[in-house]
């Protein structure tokens, strides 16, 4: 600050009834003015209230001269003046020890200057104001009162006559506790307000109506035709493909009655119908419907109708997924089409997961119909650790299911529980959050040889095959009823929990060159348009076969060549490359599953 600024202290309009000493409150603020008259100025409000009133103050103009600074003051930020130190006193004392910074606190003289200790205090605050030689000033008004800080030139006795309440700048700890409540609970507050009022405006927007569908599997009112998702597709067209279930000869025509959420507007598409080829005979199959979309809008919802004409009220609503993909993006996905028949194969099921977790998943879907109880809580384990995305899968609360493959073996309406439906499902519900999509059963884990993760194996794949989407892996037995002779896995704790030790299966059954070999896959899933259970049926790249020397599926079962003598298995090993990490992770799994 050069040798013409000044400080200014703003008298109060109306004029201020006397102060008892000691009683008063200050308040100062100070600023730097426009660069055409670069001068510190301050204006004292003064009032004999605790809580006086923050307005009245006159203009810079109006003020009253009561003296001048010829230095730099010293403590304060840089660009920034430091105010007078009896002023920052009195403002602590009327706004609280948190009303100062703490870089201007001031430091009280340990006795007084003067044997006159009553002059001492106004003294000590006007040299604050004055010239910088110690001179008091005539002009400062702050000697008109009673302005000090603790123990200002007044001595002990004085100062416990006077009863002052204690004016400290200190970050008192009861002060501290009280801002941090009074911050949190103000953050809450508008939060909460901010969350309802986006929350409000997002139902306002929402005009489309119907009856909105909750469930995994949504029957239509021909209970011919079974809605399961409908999904975002622009890779060909803007269209929105709805992955259901359909009677491959009664269905005829539907149609898609998009909504736009802002308006209610309807737009009807007639749905092309496109039932898989791979039914295996079943009357039911998997069935996309594509529509093509409005061209100058985004539709969020959409009804499916066997009309163009009725009442939308009574149509069920989807909300069309992919629109904007969410949920984490994750390297693999493993989905498990189908778990059904009270599945209890519990130890099996943990070991699988853990070598998936050990090969590099980041996510396993599974569309559960039924499972014993003690499953129900390995799954619940899983869900909470954040692996496993559950898919209710109730199917044959709808229509009469098959536990087979083909239609001759058992002549139901669908087969295998849905398997091919829930699979293409997985597919375009990962589209936007997996990298690649496994489809596999429960019983199987792609097993590298050549490399030591998914990830390092994919890795090196796609550098040799950059147009591949698809990439299918041979499938080999394992009997179950065969047991490797040795006792290095035979862990006493894993007795008493239902369900197969992969550990103990180590000898394949050898491929049959003459027999179709159902190889399982891990797919590019935005690349793949429709999928079988051993093929993929429609996509956009190249698919791959991947040589045994690389990855084979290890697949633990009843035996396919029964008859076969144990002399004819081929021991495989590869499963024991892992059997460290994979045991100390199952004992940790079932330990707290069982106890």
């Given at each position: 600050?050069g ?73 304060g ?33 340990s ?28 002009k ?7 302005v ?17 309440p204690?004016?400290t700048?200190?970050w ?18 508008i939060?909460?307000?901010l969350?309802n ?29 079974f ?27 539907l149609?898609?009655?998009f ?40 539709p969020?919802?959409v ?20 629109r ?25 099921f ?8 050990i090969?590099?998943?980041?996510r ?5 119909n ?43 309406d ?39 993760d ?13 147009a ?7 499938n ?14 035979n ?10 030790n ?36 429609q ?57």
């Amino acid at each position: 600050m050069g040798p013409g600024s000044r400080w200014q202290i703003a008298a109060l309009t109306p004029a201020v009834p006397p102060l008892q000493p000691l009683a008063e409150r200050t308040w100062c603020r100070w600023r730097q003015q426009e660069q055409q008259q670069p001068e510190h100025r301050r204006w004292c409000h003064n009032s004999p209230t605790l809580h006086p009133p923050l307005g009245n103050f006159h203009s810079p103009r109006q003020s009253h001269l009561l003296g001048s600074r010829g230095e730099s003051p010293k403590g304060g930020e840089r660009g920034q003046a430091r105010p007078p130190s009896s002023c920052l006193a009195a403002l602590g004392s009327w706004l609280g020890p948190l009303s100062i910074p703490r870089g201007w606190r001031q430091q009280a003289p340990s006795s007084a200057a003067s044997g006159d200790s009553s002059a001492a205090a106004p003294q000590l605050a006007c040299q604050e104001a004055s010239d910088g030689k110690g001179e008091e000033n005539p002009k400062c008004l702050c000697a008109k009162y009673q302005v000090t800080s603790p123990n200002y030139g007044l001595t002990n006795d004085q100062a416990k006559a006077i009863k002052k309440p204690e004016m400290t700048c200190s970050w008192t700890k009861p002060n501290v506790i009280a801002i941090v409540y009074i911050a949190t609970f103000m953050s809450i507050m508008i939060y909460s307000y901010l969350l309802n009022r986006n929350f409000s405006l997002m139902l306002k927007k929402n005009l489309c109506r119907g009856i909105p569908a909750r469930n995994t599997i949504t029957p239509l009112k021909d209970n011919r035709t079974f809605i399961i998702a409908p999904y975002f597709d622009n890779r060909k067209n803007n269209m929105t493909r709805v992955i259901s279930i359909a009677h491959h000869k009664d269905i005829k025509e539907l149609y898609c009655w998009f909504c736009r959420s802002s308006s209610g507007e309807i737009y009807i598409s007639k749905a092309e119908i496109d039932v898989h080829s791979d039914r295996f005979g079943f009357p039911y199959g998997a069935t996309d419907l594509k529509c093509l979309e409005p061209q100058d809008w985004e539709p969020r919802f959409v009804s499916i109708h066997w009309s163009p004409e009725g009442d939308i009220d009574q149509l069920p609503l989807f909300e069309i997924r992919n629109r904007d993909p969410e949920g984490s993006l994750v390297e693999f996905t493993v989905c498990i089409s189908a778990m059904f028949g009270e599945y209890n194969n519990v130890l099996q099921f943990v070991q699988s997961m853990e070598m998936y977790k050990i090969l590099g998943v980041g996510r396993v879907v599974i569309y559960k119909n039924s499972c014993s109880p003690l499953m129900e809580k390995v799954l619940d384990y899983y869900i909470a650790e954040g692996i496993v995305e559950l898919i209710p899968w109730p199917i044959d609360s709808y229509l009469k299911v098959s536990s087979q493959w083909h239609h001759l073996m058992d002549p139901k309406d669908i087969g295998y529980y849905g398997q091919i439906t829930a699979l293409n499902d997985c597919i375009y519900r990962n589209m936007y959050r997996s990298r690649y999509v496994l489809l596999n059963d429960m019983d199987e884990i792609i097993l590298p040889r050549k490399y030591a993760d998914w990830k390092t194996m994919m890795q090196n794949l796609q550098q040799q095959h950059p147009a591949a989407g698809v990439f299918l892996f041979e499938n080999h037995i394992f009997p179950k009823t065969v047991f490797t002779p040795t006792n290095m896995f035979n862990i006493s704790s894993w007795s008493t929990v239902p369900g197969v030790n992969i550990l103990s299966h180590a000898l394949r059954e050898p491929d049959r060159k003459n027999v179709f070999n159902p190889r399982k896959i891990i797919i590019d899933p935005r690349k793949v348009v429709q999928t079988s259970v051993h093929s993929v049926l429609q996509m956009y790249g190249k698919s791959i076969k991947v040589p045994m020397d690389v990855a084979l599926v290890y697949h633990c079962r009843v035996p396919e060549q029964a008859n076969l003598p144990r002399e004819s298995l081929i021991k495989d090993t590869t499963l024991w490359r892992y059997n460290v990490s994979l045991i100390g992770n199952v004992n940790k799994v079932l330990q707290q599953i069982i106890s």
